[in-house]
């Protein structure tokens, strides 16, 4: 699938005060717009997620299945600040004709909903079918749906929150520790930090597994095992893999990101800017998530006017969204014909 990119070439005014001079979003599609625009599905992605939906979620979307685009017109956008495509801290700056580095400015899950509905306007669609993200995706999705209360018809938000918890930002600040304490990591490097990164992802696998998790897959080959466990290189093996398709500076900048999220700042409350929500709204949670735990999407799916909770029962905690993708796909598919049944009893 070949990636398209929009540029936006003025000055790009930040929530923290300061501004880009101008960025590029990175983004495919996927199917064709029917004749009355009506089949959008807009995928926002996670942490080190990419434009390429099927590359990374290939149980939802793809041929065949439930995100088909046979029938849906499917949008998935790089964010900003990330490192495959879109403007990012190793994207040139305009004006040194050298990387932004340590300099990128601080952004804001506010500011990348701004940055996507500009792409939105660019793409002449007018209204969103489905708005679907999970964990720092489903940030972006709720975010877009209380700065535009008529785009999104049907919101569908998976482990994910309305606010960053002191747990979270807690786990995400452990891993910037890691990656400071590596001595590369202020030389202005495409590599800087490489090192502190691989410990930070193995701090975030932590997170996005669990204890039970470890047991089941990281068991003991035996009894009379000193050394060379499995859950030691596993922890190894997650580092290395993201290093050599991630850099540290984009991990920085991103964590951050879902540091600063939070849908009340600016609108009274988190009650008051859930209550703004009009899109049918699903929040689904994962039983034995520690990051983003079921207690998170039970409080959207409580403030936002008319919403559904609903919870898959996984081993995997919060990478269940990314990979529990069957009973997934059972859940919206009911969802969506409850919504489908409604509409012809009006008729």
């Known amino acids: 699938m070949e990636t398209k990119f929009f540029d936006y070439k003025f000055t790009f005014s930040l929530e923290s005060g300061t501004?880009?001079?101008g960025f590029r979003l990175a983004y495919t599609t996927r199917g064709t717009l029917n004749e009355d625009r009506s089949n959008v599905v807009w995928v926002c992605h996670a942490l080190t997620g990419?434009?390429?939906?099927?590359?990374?979620?290939?149980?939802?979307?793809?041929p065949g299945k439930f995100y088909d685009p046979a029938q849906y017109f499917i949008v998935c956008v790089n964010v900003l600040g990330s490192c495959y495509g879109s403007t990012g801290p190793l994207s040139i700056h305009p004006t040194t004709g050298q990387p932004f580095y340590h300099e990128f400015p601080q952004v804001t899950i506010h500011d990348i909903v701004k940055a996507l509905d500009l792409?939105?306007?660019?793409?002449?669609?007018?209204?969103i079918y489905t708005c679907i993200g999970g964990s720092l995706g489903g940030q972006q999705a709720l975010e877009w749906s209380i700065q535009q209360p008529e785009l999104i018809q049907n919101l569908i938000l998976i482990a994910t929150n309305a606010v960053m918890s002191p747990w979270g930002i807690a786990f995400n600040e452990a891993q910037r520790m890691a990656i400071s304490a590596d001595p590369t990591w202020l030389e202005n490097r495409e590599d800087a930090g490489r090192a502190g990164m691989k410990a930070a992802r193995a701090v975030a696998m932590l997170s996005y597994r669990n204890y039970d998790t470890y047991g089941f897959t990281q068991a003991l080959d035996n009894n009379e095992q000193l050394d060379h466990y499995k859950a030691s290189s596993y922890q190894q093996y997650q580092g290395?893999?993201?290093?050599?398709r991630f850099n540290a500076y984009t991990y920085w900048v991103l964590t951050k990101v879902m540091d600063s999220h939070n849908?009340?700042?600016?609108?009274?409350?988190?009650?008051l800017a859930l209550e703004q929500v009009r899109s049918r709204t699903l929040a689904v949670g994962i039983k034995s998530d520690i990051l983003f735990p079921p207690v998170e999407q039970k409080t959207l799916a409580r403030h936002i006017p008319d919403a559904r909770y609903e919870e898959i029962d996984s081993l995997y905690g919060h990478d269940g969204f990314l990979i529990e993708t069957k009973p997934l796909t059972q859940i919206i598919r009911r969802w969506m014909e409850e919504r489908s049944l409604v509409l012809k009893s009006r008729f």
Do not use: F, H, Y
């Open 263 to 271: 849908v009340g700042r600016n609108r009274g409350s988190i009650t």
């Open 19 to 21: 501004s880009l001079p």
């Open 50 to 62: 990419s434009a390429d939906v099927i590359d990374w979620w290939d149980g939802m979307v793809g």
């Open 240 to 244: 290395e893999k993201l290093a050599n």
């Open 119 to 127: 792409l939105r306007q660019e793409l002449e669609i007018e209204q």
